[in-house]
């Protein structure tokens, strides 16, 4: 663990203090059975480093997490026989456990999945969407 807070759940996991089941690690970053699955496999990779949001880790290691992300998600597919897997991130709104964490969780057609998902909602105008696209660009430069 790397200057995680004493009461942050998934610190407790890196260190050994919270029982979970590993099926990753290494020195930058575990990845365990999350203990609420969306479907059994369902995979949480976190940075052993404690940082709340992606914008918190530092550059040089998003790389590497993402590249492990990439192998997990090859491996849940094997083992579960999965079609595909479902990669996400909450940062903040609806993070339940305020350490960074990547979502892997295995998928097949039909599976249900879809009162996951939010309502869409769309542009009210060509403006609008211009205007949007045009403050993010702005937050950019």
Request: charged fraction near 25%.
């Amino acid at each position: 663990m790397k200057d995680g807070p004493k009461d942050c759940l998934f610190c407790g996991i890196i260190s050994g203090a919270t029982p979970a089941e590993v099926v990753w690690r290494t020195p930058d970053s575990i990845a365990f059975l999350d203990h609420r699955p969306l479907f059994p496999g369902h995979i949480l990779l976190i940075p052993t480093r404690h940082v709340v949001t992606l914008a918190d880790l530092p550059a040089a290691e998003v790389g590497p997490l993402f590249q492990a992300a990439q192998r997990l998600e090859r491996a849940v597919e094997t083992a579960l026989d999965a079609e595909g897997t479902f990669i996400a991130i909450n940062n903040i709104v609806s993070q339940s456990v305020l350490h960074l964490h990547v979502h892997i969780v295995p998928r097949r057609k039909g599976d249900g999945l879809k009162g996951f998902f939010w309502p869409r909602h769309k542009y009210e105008s060509d403006e609008h969407l211009r205007g949007i696209a045009e403050k993010i660009r702005a937050a950019l430069a």
